[in-house]
């Protein structure tokens, strides 16, 4: 307190928005600065506008004031307005959203709230240290492309574009991947109407005469080892080693096809007439039609959708590309045989955006019959196929005898395991259950849980090619991202512009392994013996290592086991004879903290013993802030995030769902004390959830109204 009564602190209060209407302010703040009487303390009507603003601007600069506490809206509203001098450290209090919009006015609870929110925000303040961004020694701007497909070339070109150099590594002869076997490219320019020659040809030519871009071709990646910013990537090529430096890196290895043995029911690999797509494209580019249809007169072709696909036993996902597909070849072979009758039987047909034009063009072919149908079987019938299907359009089945059936098999990933990343975690990139690169697909696509590493093109989620050169560029964008926030020692996406970063106290560093094994994105490797060794570039600054450690030896500069404990002890907690409880919420700042907000902003009332703590994630809550808060004497603990399992919402991907498991650790804090179960609990919300907070905390606090007050109040 010594140390709080001589800082060089402002303390603001605005009396706008109707804050003043919900209680007192001048006697808030006139209570406030009787415990720190050092602290400049000022209200005004509006903080936001330029008059408040220049209000707070003149105090920094008179009294040098290096932290100031503003208590007014949400801190997610007017974030750069308010955002001082760079040496000046903001705290913001949502007086807004959070009391005035959400509690009935001039009441002893919600001025006792108003009381809470103020000085659990200059406690954390005081305990605060402005951050001291960490930037590597000679950040390198080189962008590591791997892969020389379409999204590769595309990627290195884009990159090109921006001034940034690149190398690209091939592990074939030659670039183009699958593009360079195609006849015609599914179309991607108006009118949409034709397959379009490939561009393929055109790039290469524009790769090889780019002189900011390396080719390595008939290469391998030996070892991806450090850091964004400062990657060391060891390459073979033609027998020697050479070892080079990367700022970031984008990953286009594209895709293979799915193995057609597998579909041995549909007739492929025991009769001849059954083939993929890709052997149809072979043969349409290299015009060896005569391999296809060795015996005239034809009866026909029949394309299987989906063959694998869509389907639990194989593929259970839809690979995107395949239903253009089959209609660009069907445009084939009308060019080559106009009299040819042509079937497509499928599950649906997937025609996104400007394909659509595409379909309803291909349809005009008086000769071309699709129907909705399950292929039942395929058999041989002399020098024919037949194709058995079953609850068709037609109302009953059908048996149909073609020349030629050809397979719409589905796309595999390849294996990220070949960047071999020199990481504690792995070589390859944590994948999803289909082994395609997890990432959060809606907020951040390109993001992979390996930062400064970018998944572009097929190898990221199924895609054609037209897709995967848009993709690329994507990618491109957020790796020259990445590498301008490492020299400016910022965080990438979420936490974007964040200086913070994790800092250990080795001393009393246990040797656990909690930190190397639990961080979601691989900051941390670690020694033989167990010690961790951290990456600062490679954090997301999303504390979960934080909340991981037993030993609380991992602090931020603004985020720590401290200036947390410290805003808990800062509560006033009623004693048992008053009848107020008084609950606990770690709130992610991602979705929960965003739905309190809105709560406020749509006056929905909740009980007014909730005290909330904003957190990066749910999964960064350390077990001691639990045992701290009940020792104090809180009711109850509420902890919510953002939702996790298969269509998980965590910006930091297993945030939640580490927060769950160390759940059974927090119920050891409440055996230990004697306590019940009930005081704690763990909600998962969206964003959109905030006509739920009023009921969810109203069940929660009967609960603890249920079980009693906390016996160690007043201990």
């Not at 008059?51 to 004031?65: F, K, M, S, W, Y």
């Not at 150099?165 to 360079?180: D, T």
């Not at 253009?324 to 996104?352: C, G, H, N």
């Not at 699709?370 to 299907?389: P, Q, S, Y």
Request: with cysteine; hydrophobic share 35%; aromatic share 8%.
């Amino acid at each position: 307190m010594k140390d709080a009564l001589s800082a060089p602190l402002g303390i603001y209060l605005c009396t706008g928005c109707g804050i003043h209407d919900a209680f007192n302010v001048e006697e808030l703040l006139e209570s406030i600065c009787k415990a720190f009487p050092a602290a400049t303390c000022r209200t005004h009507p509006a903080l936001c506008s330029e008059q408040g603003l220049h209000v707070i601007r003149e105090d920094v600069r008179q009294n040098g004031l290096d932290k100031i506490v503003i208590g007014a809206c949400s801190p997610r509203i007017h974030a750069d307005r308010f955002a001082a001098d760079p040496k000046t450290i903001v705290e913001r209090v949502n007086l807004r959203e959070q009391v005035a919009w959400c509690q009935p006015p001039d009441t002893d609870d919600t001025r006792m709230l108003a009381v809470d929110l103020m000085k659990m925000g200059i406690v954390r303040l005081l305990k605060t240290e402005a951050p001291v961004a960490y930037i590597p020694d000679n950040v390198s701007d080189t962008i590591l492309v791997v892969g020389g497909g379409i999204t590769g070339i595309t990627a290195a070109l884009e990159a090109a574009r921006a001034d940034q150099r690149i190398i690209l590594v091939e592990k074939e002869a030659s670039p183009g991947g699958w593009m360079k076997q195609l006849y015609k490219q599914i179309p991607f320019l108006q009118p949409y109407c034709s397959p379009v020659a490939s561009v393929i040809q055109k790039k290469i030519r524009e790769l090889e005469a780019e002189p900011l871009v390396t080719i390595l071709t008939s290469a391998v990646i030996e070892e991806i080892s450090g850091q964004p910013g400062d990657f060391s990537v060891a390459i073979r090529q033609d027998g020697s080693l050479k070892t080079y430096r990367a700022g970031a890196v984008v990953m286009a290895t594209g895709w293979k096809p799915y193995d057609p043995l597998n579909l041995g029911y549909l007739g492929y690999g025991r009769f001849r007439g059954v083939i993929t797509q890709l052997d149809l494209e072979k043969c349409a580019a290299q015009d060896h039609w005569d391999q296809l249809f060795p015996k005239k007169p034809l009866h026909g072709v029949l394309f299987i959708q989906c063959a694998g696909s869509r389907d639990p036993r194989h593929l259970p996902y839809c690979s995107s590309y395949c239903c253009a597909t089959t209609l660009k070849q069907t445009t084939y072979l009308r060019e080559k045989y106009p009299d040819l009758p042509i079937y497509v039987i499928y599950k649906d047909l997937r025609t996104p955006g400007h394909l659509e034009q595409f379909y309803q063009h291909v349809q005009q072919d008086d000769l071309l019959f699709l129907t909705r149908g399950d292929v039942t079987a395929v058999t041989e019938n002399g020098d024919l196929i037949t194709v058995w299907a079953d609850r068709t359009l037609f109302g009953e089945p059908v048996a149909l005898d073609v020349d030629l059936v050809v397979l719409a098999t589905g796309m595999v990933p390849t294996d990220s395991s070949e960047l071999n990343l020199s990481y504690r975690l792995g070589k390859g990139l944590p994948d999803l259950k289909y082994d395609f690169p997890d990432s959060h697909f809606i907020c951040f696509p390109y993001e992979t849980r390996r930062t400064g590493i970018y998944a572009a093109g097929a190898c990221r989620a199924p895609m054609d090619s037209a897709s995967c050169m848009e993709d690329a560029g994507g990618a491109v964008l957020k790796a020259i991202q990445c590498i301008e926030s490492v020299k400016r020692g910022e965080a990438v996406h979420p936490r974007s512009g964040d200086c913070s970063w994790p800092e250990l106290y080795m001393q009393r560093c246990t040797d656990c392994k909690r930190c190397t094994e639990e961080c979601p994105f691989g900051a941390y490797d670690e020694t033989p013996k167990g010690t961790p060794l951290p990456h600062p570039t490679r954090c997301r600054r999303c504390g979960i290592c934080l909340g991981a450690c037993p030993e609380r030896i991992i602090n931020f500069s603004d985020f720590s086991i401290d200036n947390v404990s410290a805003m808990i002890k800062s509560v006033s907690i009623p004693d048992e004879f008053e009848e107020k409880y008084r609950i606990l919420a770690f709130v992610c700042e991602n979705d929960a903290y965003p739905v309190f907000d809105r709560t406020g902003q749509n006056r929905l009332q909740y009980d007014p013993s909730i005290r909330i703590i904003p957190v990066r994630c749910i999964g960064s809550v350390n077990r001691i802030w639990i045992t701290d808060a009940l020792s104090m004497g809180f009711d109850g603990i509420l902890l919510l995030g953002c939702k996790p399992g298969e269509d998980y919402q965590c910006h930091f991907i297993q945030g939640s769902e580490l927060a769950q498991k160390r759940a059974e650790n927090f119920m050891e804090a409440l055996q230990t004390m004697m306590l019940e179960p009930e005081r704690i609990r763990m909600e998962f919300i969206e964003i959109t959830d905030c006509e739920k907070i009023p009921y969810l905390i109203r069940d929660y606090v009967e609960t603890i109204k249920r079980i009693g007050p906390n016996p160690f109040k007043g201990i």
